[in-house]
């Protein structure tokens, strides 16, 4: 039997054609058939079917720490630079002393803060905080939010598709550079009964933390019953 055999009437033509285009049309029915289930899952597109994204971060600190002593009106200016490819959540800084030195109450020691954030890409804000060395403050923070409204919370998103989620879980390349401040000592203390002071400095310690992190968005479905 030759292939003449298979095309010598029009209902055997027919047949060949079917079994020819069925033979070209599976592998490739087949082959986009995964990519359109799982499209039409995480979308959502089929009415029996519910999509919702659970949203986490897996997070990384970047720090510096340094230990500065300064006397009374003393000044020390502190630089943190800052180069990162993943996303910043926030940068702090935080300077702590505790003044336990002195005669008594009324002479605790202080520390002023000034920021300046000129030589960091993106519009951030410069501030000043100043707090005692004891007590309940222990020194001063600040903080600036590089990617909007950063937590680090997990929580579970709706009604929303894994590029809308990306764009908000982004900081926009903002926050590089080098991030400043100037410290500035404040030291109290009681002269002694030979005219001496007691306390002529004070140590402060000095931390820069720069939270950095990675979205990860995982698809939860429901079938609805």
């Known amino acids: 039997m030759d292939f003449a055999d298979f095309t010598d009437t029009p209902r055997k033509q027919g047949m060949l054609a079917g079994t020819i285009f069925f033979m070209l049309i599976f592998p490739i029915y087949f082959g986009m058939m995964p990519g359109l289930v799982e499209d039409e899952i995480i979308g959502g597109g089929s009415a029996g079917i519910s999509a919702s994204w659970s949203v986490s971060f897996i997070e990384t600190e970047i720090t510096e720490n340094e230990v500065q002593t300064l ?83 997990n929580y579970t998103a709706s009604d929303m598709s894994e590029n809308e989620l990306r764009e908000i879980w982004t900081d926009g390349g903002l926050g590089r550079g080098t991030w400043s401040a100037t410290i500035t000592a404040e030291i109290n203390s009681p002269p002694s009964p030979l005219g001496s002071i007691v306390d002529s400095d004070e140590e402060y310690e000095i931390r820069w933390t720069a939270v950095i992190y990675e979205v990860v968005l995982q698809p939860i479905v429901e079938i609805e019953t």
């Open 71 to 153: 006397g009374d009106g003393d000044t020390y200016d502190t630089f943190f630079d800052l180069m990162t490819e993943m996303n910043i959540g926030y940068v702090e800084l935080e300077v702590n002393c505790n003044d336990n030195d002195e005669a008594g109450p009324g002479f605790t020691d202080s520390v002023e803060g000034s920021s300046d954030v000129s030589q960091v890409e993106g519009e951030f804000t410069d501030q000043n905080e100043d707090g005692a060395c004891g007590g309940n403050d222990n020194g001063f923070n600040m903080r600036w939010d590089v990617t909007e409204s950063y937590t680090g919370g």
